[in-house]
């Protein structure tokens, strides 16, 4: 509900004025299914990966453009 919200009032604001990409950082390692289920449902696209924290935790760094 209010991610969706969020991303929904985001996407709609940024593609209308800006047209700029869209970034996020998803864990990967440990995994968060949930959420790249969710990007994924919004067109993230994986643009490269992250270790983090002297490779103790691994994310999905991703993007989204304007139509």
Known sequence: G???ALYDDLL???CEKEKVPITCEIDIMPA???SLSF???YGFVEVGKQWLYDGKKQVSLRE???P
């Open 2 to 4: 209010f991610a969706a």
């Open 12 to 14: 709609r604001s940024v």
């Open 32 to 34: 968060n299914p949930h």
């Open 39 to 41: 990007h994924d449902g």
């Open 64 to 66: 989204r453009r304007c």
